[in-house]
């Protein structure tokens, strides 16, 4: 088992940085692909970014740019850097971990991830 306890959610202006942390406990957390998901209001929930356990990342074209996942697994811990906030960047973010991909693809099918974590509130206002 794997609990995941996300940090970092707040309500910032268009344009603002924010960086989320995703915190592991459990089972070694270093053989896990992290993903990042988010759920905007009224909308299914849609992938952010993932990283592989060898610490390669992938991004959905909408944050391309604009966002940095990475992790350290000294701390058990993954990092969402989002910088240029839009306020449709607004969403609950929801981090995930699970054993799929390979040691470079990380999953980006939320189904590929067994263990979440319950969500952090990111609201961007203009």
């Known amino acids: 088992q794997v609990q995941l306890v996300e940090s970092g959610g707040a309500l910032v202006l268009t344009g603002d940085s924010l960086r989320l942390s995703c915190a592991a406990s459990g089972r070694t957390f270093s053989v896990y692909a992290v993903g990042w998901f988010r759920q905007p209001p009224g909308k299914e929930r849609e992938f952010v970014a993932a990283?592989?356990?060898?610490?390669?990342?992938y991004y959905s074209d909408s944050v391309k740019g604009r966002v940095t996942i990475s992790r350290d697994n000294a701390k058990s811990t993954v990092y969402l850097q989002m910088n240029s906030l839009k306020p449709e960047d607004t969403a609950v973010y929801s981090c995930?971990?699970?054993?799929?991909?390979?040691?470079?693809?990380?999953?980006?099918?939320?189904?590929?991830?067994?263990?979440w974590g319950q969500g952090t509130q990111v609201t961007v206002s203009s």
């Open positions: 990283i592989s356990r060898g610490g390669y990342a």
């Open positions: 995930a971990a699970g054993a799929g991909g390979s040691y470079t693809n990380p999953p980006t099918d939320e189904n590929k991830y067994d263990y």
